[in-house]
């Protein structure tokens, strides 16, 4: 008996659990397949009949249409997960609803003021989504390399610069000693001399000091020890200095320095040119500032141009130098001249006086030096720099005519006293520092033999020392 009950047990479990996999293969395959939720049996759902009696709850709780997801792409895209879609035969959870809604409707309405408005309230506090743009210095566009394009730029400009500058002031030299050398070989034994060599050779060529200067030595002619030329030419490789040539401009120059031979050249001072150049150079050449201390001079006497003056040691040296042909040349090339000195005392710039300088007069030396101005103001072309040869003709017929040139009695005279005065006026301003050093050399010596004496080991000899 017991076992027959326990058969019965069995049978209606293994029915149960063999309806489980069933139903749920049935509601997964048929959810799976889109199917109609409507094609289930009622049966299926018989236990919530009883619910759904009430006509008024059947009209409350009748599915909501669907709203298609193009009416609200927002909502849908921020609650799919939380969304239910509500189904025919889920009217449960639309009963609930209807029942908490008769539930409050009981209460009276003042106790509950504001309810509606949190809700709506809270749903309109929801943030909308807000899309922000990324800054303009974390894009990735040619604007955010500005400043790195602008020092490429500044670069590549500063490089092509250099290129032709170099090339235009090297295209200058070339064409200046071409049209120069035929002039120069024929007055001089040697043209071009280097220095690298130990005897002295004609290398027929400019010597390059740098990207703007090219200098050419010249020797080997009666009276002249040699002349040094240096073609001086605007720092055109340098952007900087072009840039600021566009505010100021400048010219290019020709610097000629002649050194005579001791016996070759008579004792006087004699400088002529620009008005501007005339004052600078008496403010800062030692010779000029000694030897021709009045005021420039005008040259309308000679002939000269207004924008030229002279400075000169004395009356007759300018009468000397300032000849018909020399008058040619410089009214004829005015503006190419920016200045012509003469000197047998050329020291160069003012010395200041300072604390350990010599005491003595600097060294001198009989020099003429002239200065030339290249037409163009800058923009300089290889054809002008063929109009500087004349020029050079004139610094020829220089050396020859301070050669030949000699002063009178009186003349000679005068410069004499002038000398002598310069070297007593040094030796006046000299003559407390020449105090001091000698007081300084006494001091020395007696600090030596003090020295030597406590250096003796024998006692005797040096008390006999000190006596």
């Given amino acids: 008996h017991t076992m027959r009950s326990a058969y019965l047990l ?54 909501l249409p669907r709203v298609s997801p193009s009416s609200q792409p927002e909502e849908d895209e921020d609650e799919d997960e939380a969304t239910v879609e509500l189904e025919d035969g889920q009217d449960g959870f639309d009963d609930s609803e209807t029942q908490d809604q008769d539930m409050y409707s009981k209460y009276d309405q003042e106790e509950f003021e504001g309810i509606g408005d949190m809700e709506k309230t809270g749903h309109s506090m929801k943030d909308p989504l807000i899309i922000h743009t990324v800054p303009a210095h974390l894009q990735n566009s040619w604007e955010s390399y500005y400043m ?25 030299a070339q064409a200046w000693f071409n049209s120069h050398r035929e002039l120069l070989e024929s007055n001089f034994a040697l043209v071009g001399d280097d220095g690298t060599s130990k005897e002295a050779v004609s290398t027929g060529k400019l010597n390059q000091e740098n990207e703007h200067i090219y200098n050419l030595w010249c020797s080997g002619r009666v009276c002249c020890e040699g002349m040094l030329i240096q073609l001086k030419f605007l720092k ?21 320095k002649v050194t005579l031979n ?13 008005k501007k150049a005339m004052a600078r150079l008496q403010k800062e050449m030692q010779d000029l500032s000694e030897f021709c201390g009045d005021k420039p001079k005008s040259g309308a006497k000679y002939g000269l141009p207004d924008s030229l003056t002279i400075l000169s040691e004395m009356g007759e040296v300018t009468d000397g130098v300032m000849d018909n042909k020399m008058v040619h040349y410089i009214t004829n ?125 024998d006692p005797d000899r040096q008390r006999r020392l000190e006596v």
């Fill in 148 to 172: 790195e394009i602008l020092m490429v730029t500044g670069l590549l400009a500063y490089i092509m610069n250099y290129i032709i500058g170099k090339n235009k002031n090297s295209r200058l």
């Fill in 236 to 256: 055109r490789q340098d952007l900087l200095n072009v840039l600021a040539r566009m505010m100021r401009p400048v010219c290019d120059q020709v610097q000629i």
């Fill in 333 to 457: 090339h005015a503006d190419k001249i920016e200045s012509i000195h003469f000197s047998d005392q050329f020291s160069g710039p003012k010395v200041m006086q300072e604390e350990g300088q010599p005491l003595k007069l600097p060294e001198t030396k009989k020099t003429l030096l002239f200065t030339f101005n290249v037409p163009g103001m800058g923009n300089t072309s290889p054809k002008d720099m063929d109009t500087l040869l004349p020029l050079m003709n004139m610094v020829i017929y220089s050396i020859d005519k301070v050669r030949k040139l000699r002063l009178n009695r009186e003349g000679k005279q005068k410069a004499d006293r002038n000398r002598a005065r310069v070297e007593e006026n040094f030796l006046k301003q000299t003559h407390a520092q020449r105090q001091e050093a000698a007081q300084t050399r006494r001091e020395e010596k007696k600090r030596a033999e003090k020295e030597r004496i406590m250096n003796e080991e």
């Fill in 10 to 63: 069995l049978i209606p479990a293994l029915l149960l659990l063999l309806a489980l996999p069933v139903s749920r293969g049935r509601y997964n395959d048929d959810f799976d397949d889109g199917e109609d939720i409507a094609d289930f049996d009622d049966n299926d759902f018989a236990e919530f009949e009883d619910m759904n009696d009430d006509p008024a709850a059947e009209a409350e709780t009748a599915p």
């Fill in 262 to 274: 001791d016996e070759d050249m008579d004792t006087f001072v004699f400088a002529v040119g620009t």
